[in-house]
Nanobody, 119 residues
Framework: QVQLVESGGGLVQAGGSLRLSCAAS????????MGWYRQAPGKQRELVAD???????NYADSVKGRFTISRENAKNTVYLQMNSLKPEDTAVYYC?????????????WGQGTQVTVSS
């Protein structure tokens, strides 16, 4: 069974940094989707950053220049480095990975990790 395990959330003051990690355990290959989303209380889940199918990166306007998404293919792991954090970045952050296990395409979501930025 393939699952995603997230880590790295927490409480930080405005201006601080956090690094989120998301590792896919189990047999998954030909990963063609990796990204981070977030959901604040009372709001819809929104894209934070992801890799396009061509391998380039894509960011929400609100995090451009502050967040960096990266990946380690050998470990099936995606990271989100978050710098210059603001109170409005407070949310539950979810990773999303799409790939194949056998002949099945899986669209997986992490369990979510809370990020709280205090002013």
């Amino acid at each position: 069974q393939v699952q995603l395990v997230e880590s790295g959330g927490g409480l930080v003051q405005a201006g601080g940094s956090l690094r989120l990690s998301c590792a896919a355990s189990g047999s998954i290959f030909s990963i063609n989707a990796m990204g981070w989303y977030r959901q604040a209380p009372g709001k819809q889940r929104e894209l934070v950053a992801d890799f396009t199918r061509g391998g380039s990166t894509n960011y929400a306007d609100s995090v451009k220049g502050r967040f960096t998404i990266s990946r380690e293919n050998a470990k099936n792991t995606v990271y989100l480095q978050m710098n210059s954090l603001k109170p409005e970045d407070t949310a539950v952050y979810y990773c999303n990975v799409g790939g194949y296990s056998g002949s099945w395409y899986l669209n997986l979501w992490g369990q979510g990790t809370q990020v709280t930025v205090s002013s």
